[in-house]
């Protein structure tokens, strides 16, 4: 077990050509977890995963709030700082896929406090994450059928994913990948729909063109719409980094990590940013059902534009698209949350006994404790809980910007290292591009947002807003400096950081050099191809 006052002395490794042979062995030896994860598995859940009802049915909330423009704006502006942490965040992972993703890098490159903040804030964002998902589902299922009540839909859900979860994680990138694929197929069907129905291709309907771009107009309330637009979509976004928590059980993560960054270009771009247009082109800004919605589909665009074009039974339609990413969503968040108990108790930043796996690699204890967040959605039966259930999720939005700050600062501190040591920037595997001006571009993108994304709160001044909104910024700095005190870590100096830990080679590296050099010998729009 890694203790943090150990590393006060720690010695830094030698660099070193031998590789132990525990890189070539199914369990990783460090962690306990499977190396499981196929290339297309990470690729997918780069692409698709993470996509849940927070973006078929929360862009009805931003779309209402802020309008089609400030959709489009806020999709966008998120979507290059999104772009920006994962090129840091390739070229970590693709040199470190083990070890415990980016939080235990920020305990190793910063400060070992640090890093205990980031993670518990990271695992913030993912109870929030799951127990909206878990509320979704269950309104779903009490919108076809309110004979089983919402508790007991969720008791089911409850212990179905919990045993699917226990199936290990072969099964799980499976799944998703599957899921995933259905997910970006249900996208494609819309937006053909929209192309049709805004040209006049829906018999009975004109063609509307930009007609909601005109009326009701671009913007609601002009640049505080704006400003609203901006948490949610920060939400939506969230999920993006994920595939750093998924490389340690990724077969061959020098191959598969950064061809899944690669492929978050194409995420924002046609699911984000395809999304907003789409949305905003066929659903007025100021429909009622947006917001007053009687079920849990008829709050997302993608019903009113079909009840628009004449499909009032689109309604059941939606739900069954929204229940699937529903049961994508839970799936990962379970996933996510509980690898990062799991690496956080393993380095002592969280309950030791949350760090055990068995023999399979599945990490019993931190599955099932991750699951039992998603209880909160519960909260939502009264009206009263409802409140406060409303405020929990709200958190993985200023949650996200810590994070994703916190990465940006991750890979300064890296590169700064790597330099001082003497090692060249042309020998590592994954290059950023634009560094540093992606890295300090992240950064302070990520220190603004996280201050202003709750000034809505101030005029009219709302008090729980407010603590909704910027609650998380002191208890980050509470979590740091309470185990900063109590573990007496320190700042870590440039020429003392390990540069090598946590790095291996795949699995699967025969095979790898044998595509390498069949591809050497493709066309060029065939190895161009290869890189999407």
């Given amino acids: 077990m890694y203790s943090p006052k150990d590393d006060v002395d720690r010695p ?15 369990i990783d030896p460090e962690s306990g977890v499977k190396r499981g994860l196929k290339t297309r598995h990470l690729s997918m859940m780069a692409l698709a995963g993470i996509i849940g009802p927070g973006l078929l049915v929360g862009s009805g909330g931003a779309l209402s709030s802020g309008g089609p423009a400030s959709l489009l704006i806020g999709f966008g502006v998120i979507g290059i700082i999104a772009f920006s942490i994962m090129q ?5 992972t693709t040199l470190y896929p083990s070890g415990g993703a ?14 205990v903040a980031v ?5 913030i964002i993912w109870f929030a994450v799951l127990a909206n998902e878990y509320n979704a589902t269950t309104s779903i299922l009490v919108f076809w059928s309110d004979k089983v009540p919402v508790w007991g839909y969720f ?6 994913f919990l045993l699917f979860q226990f199936c290990g994680v072969t099964t799980f990138g499976e799944a998703e990948f599957w899921l995933a694929l259905l997910k970006l197929v249900g996208l494609v069907a819309f937006y053909i729909f929209s192309i049709v129905y805004v040209s006049g291709g829906i018999p009975g309907t004109g063609a509307i063109g930009f007609r909601y771009w005109h009326d009701p107009g671009p913007f609601v309330e002009g640049f505080r719409g704006v400003a609203k637009v901006f ?27 950064p061809l899944a960054i690669r492929q978050v270009f194409w995420r924002i771009i046609f699911v984000y940013m395809g999304a907003a247009f789409f949305f905003g082109l066929t659903c007025p800004a100021n429909d009622d059902q947006l917001v007053n919605g009687s079920s849990r589909a008829l709050l997302s665009p993608m019903t009113v534009a079909i009840q628009n074009a004449g499909w009032q039974g689109g309604v059941h339609l939606i739900n069954a698209f929204i229940l699937i990413t529903c049961i994508s969503a839970i799936n990962s968040s379970i996933y996510i949350s509980s690898r990062t108990l799991l690496y956080m108790a393993q380095q002592r930043m969280a309950p030791s006994f949350l760090g055990w796996t068995d023999k399979r690699g599945v ?19 009264s009206t009263g809980a409802s409140e406060a259930y409303s405020y929990i999720v709200n958190l993985s939005g200023v949650s ?7 990465i940006s600062l991750t890979h300064i501190r890296f590169r700064q290292a790597w330099e001082a040591q003497g090692y060249r920037v042309q020998d590592l595997p994954f290059i950023s591009i634009g560094y540093p001006w992606n890295a300090y571009f992240g950064l302070g993108a990520n220190i603004f947002l996280a201050l202003v994304q709750g000034w809505a709160n101030f005029s009219p001044w709302d008090a729980g807003g407010f603590v909704d909104a910027y609650i998380l910024l002191p208890l980050f700095f509470v979590i740091y400096a309470g185990y900063k005190l109590v573990f007496k870590t320190r700042f870590w100096r440039i020429d003392e950081i390990d540069l090598q830990s946590g790095r291996r080679r795949d699995l699967e590296e025969a095979k790898e050099l044998a595509v390498v050099e069949v591809r050497g010998t493709q066309p060029w729009w065939r190895r161009l191809l290869n890189n999407f």
């Fill in 88 to 92: 840091s965040l390739g070229e970590l």
């Fill in 12 to 26: 830094i490794a030698p660099q070193d050509g031998d590789i132990d042979q525990g890189d070539f062995r199914s």
């Fill in 400 to 406: 996200t910007f810590l994070v994703w700050g916190s």
């Fill in 102 to 115: 980016f939080t235990q890098l920020a305990a190793r490159f910063v400060d070992p406090a640090f890093g």
């Fill in 231 to 257: 948490v949610f979509c920060s939400t939506f976004y969230a999920g993006c980094e994920s595939i750093a928590v998924a490389a340690t059980e990724t077969k061959n993560p020098r191959v598969a990590v």
């Fill in 155 to 160: 008791l089911i859900l409850w212990t179905a």
């Fill in 363 to 381: 990490p019993i204890y931190a599955i099932t404790l991750a699951n039992a967040f998603g209880a909160l959605s519960m909260m939502n039966i």
């Fill in 119 to 123: 993670g518990w804030n990271y695992f």
